[in-house]
């Protein structure tokens, strides 16, 4: 007979007291799950809550989380229209005079001053004359929507787009601003909107994170880690960075330690936190560590597979643009295809970014001081083709069916130059994100900005009302969705916002 060794839930029913422990909690369970079955109390708590006659409350709701389980799955408010998210965050403010905000009266005017310039100091100083998009717009699609030709393949999707002209901020520096467009406050210390989503919902994955940030190849955005932290919010909700070309590291095996030695560690180190989290009872850090821990072994082999793009069909890596000459193209162009696949594989919210600020101003980066076309005609190709295709593959596989994509920047640009310079300075009051995919009017614009594109006049939007409508398309009441902490009760949206309910199909 030959010798095994004892599985981790032998050991512990070897142990008398545990044994002891366990059946009577098991019994203890039993008959309170009996009693509150016979007085109707097993309802679905997030169902009743919107059922009931205080569904209108404005009473928190915060998730019930398992300590030892922070990941699974858990029940949306209401019925959502998606059930994951995926965000595109292109840093460094991209113009939208250049892009997707169609002005005929900024054409007209090209080269003359704007109206009231003359005090107008904004971020970097003064500003020099109006001046009209360096790249022509054309009407696009079956709808006719103008977009400029700085993104021609994007363009071709417009009809598949819910462009929303009228947002605004509430900063015009950089990292203030992505603080609020990530976290809905422009100071630091706040959770990201991938956190809250990760709190609230946990993952249809049981063996990869509920949030995935990929940074660009080129590196991070000017606030870093800020847009994935979970400051505030149990650590177990911060979103997990990796990108295609730099996965999660230490996750192989090594080669000299088996398959059994190794998963024989792993039940005799289960074991041993088991036993310090008795001694540390209600510890959220060290169980967030454990379940983190535990979240990795798995993801030895998941995050290995879901990086791994050999498996994809050449039309594919063709489309996206993986082998682009342009190494910053190809490797954007590979995170746009892990995107696609952790979104397939039930990752809940994927925050995909465009840009980076170690290269400094407009280099890396949208952030079009000094000269724009230069710049632009660098950063419009990288971003262009790999994000098209990844629209195109979410559609084709019917994905886009329940998956929403939001394409933002922390701010718009100035529709004069700068004086002295060929580029355009920051603009807060007025720029465009869009919409695509569950629960969004397609093709759709609302809101607009002034004849030049200055700032916004009609159905003037926030960066809270993009958040609630984000929260609200995946079956989350922003008003209602809380976490307490220092005394308040903490939300992504704060004190404001409201749904967009006119982008709502």
């Not at 007291?17 to 369970?29: A, E, K, M, N, P």
């Not at 002005?103 to 310039?117: A, C, N, Q």
């Not at 079956?142 to 947002?167: R, Y």
């Not at 070309?245 to 190794?262: C, F, Q």
Request: charged share 20%; net charge neutral; with cysteine.
């Amino acid at each position: 007979m030959t010798n095994r060794p004892i599985s981790l839930s032998g050991l512990q029913l070897l142990d008398r007291r545990r044994f002891l422990s366990d059946s009577t909690q098991g019994l203890s369970g039993l008959a309170l799950t009996s009693l509150f079955a016979s007085q109707g109390l097993l309802t679905d708590r997030v169902s009743a809550a919107e059922t009931s006659p205080l569904s209108n409350s404005n009473s928190p709701i915060r998730p019930l989380i398992k300590p030892e389980t922070p990941y699974a799955a858990r029940q949306p408010h209401f019925a959502p229209r998606a059930n994951r998210v995926l965000l595109i965050f292109c840093s460094g403010a991209v113009s939208h005079i250049d892009t997707f905000d169609y002005k005929p009266e900024l054409i007209k005017r090209h080269d003359t001053p704007m109206p009231g310039s003359e005090k107008l100091i904004t971020f970097q100083g003064e500003n020099g004359n109006l001046i009209k998009p360096i790249w022509p717009f054309r009407p696009r699609g079956e709808s006719g929507k103008m977009v400029s030709d700085l993104l021609p393949n994007l363009a071709e999707l417009a009809d598949e787009m819910c462009f929303i002209h009228s947002m605004t901020a509430k900063s015009n520096t950089h990292g203030p601003a992505e603080n609020q467009m990530s976290t809905g406050f422009i100071l630091d210390g706040f959770p990201g909107i991938g956190c809250w989503v990760s709190y609230a919902l946990g993952c249809e994955s049981s063996d990869l994170p509920a949030f995935v940030a990929i940074p660009d190849p080129r590196g991070v955005p000017q606030i870093g880690p800020s847009h994935w932290n979970s400051k505030f919010l149990p650590a177990s909700f911060q979103g997990t960075p990796f990108t295609a070309d730099k996965p999660l590291p230490n996750l192989r095996r090594p080669p000299e330690i088996s398959e059994a030695t190794d998963r024989s560690t792993r039940d005799f180190l289960k074991r041993l936190n088991a036993k310090h989290l008795e001694q540390h009872p209600g510890d959220s850090e060290l169980l967030a560590r454990i379940a983190s821990y535990e979240l990795a072994a798995k993801m030895q082999l998941s995050a290995a597979a879901v990086a791994d793009l050999s498996s994809e069909s050449i039309d594919t890596h063709k489309s996206y643009g993986t082998q682009d000459e342009n190494k910053n193209k190809a490797g954007f162009a590979r995170n746009c295809l892990l995107a696609r696949r952790l979104l397939e594989r039930g990752v809940r919210f994927v925050q995909l970014f465009n840009g980076s600020y170690a290269m400094g101003e407009g280099v890396g980066n949208w952030d079009g001081h000094k000269t724009l076309k230069e710049q632009y005609s660098v950063h419009g190709p990288i971003l262009d083709q790999p994000c098209a295709a990844l629209l195109r593959d979410l559609k084709q596989r019917g994905l886009l069916e329940d998956t929403l994509v939001a394409w933002v920047t922390e701010f718009g640009r100035m529709p004069t130059f700068q004086k002295g310079a060929n580029g355009r300075d920051h603009n807060p009051k007025g720029f465009t994100v869009w919409l695509s995919g569950a629960g969004v009017k397609a093709p759709f614009s609302y809101g607009a900005t002034d004849e030049f594109g200055h700032h916004a006049i009609q159905n003037v939007a926030t960066i809270y009302d993009l958040h609630a409508t984000i929260l609200h398309l995946i079956g989350l009441n922003h008003e209602r969705l809380s976490f307490y902490h220092n005394g308040i009760e903490r939300r992504l949206t704060d004190v404001h916002g409201h749904v967009l309910r006119d982008v709502l199909t």
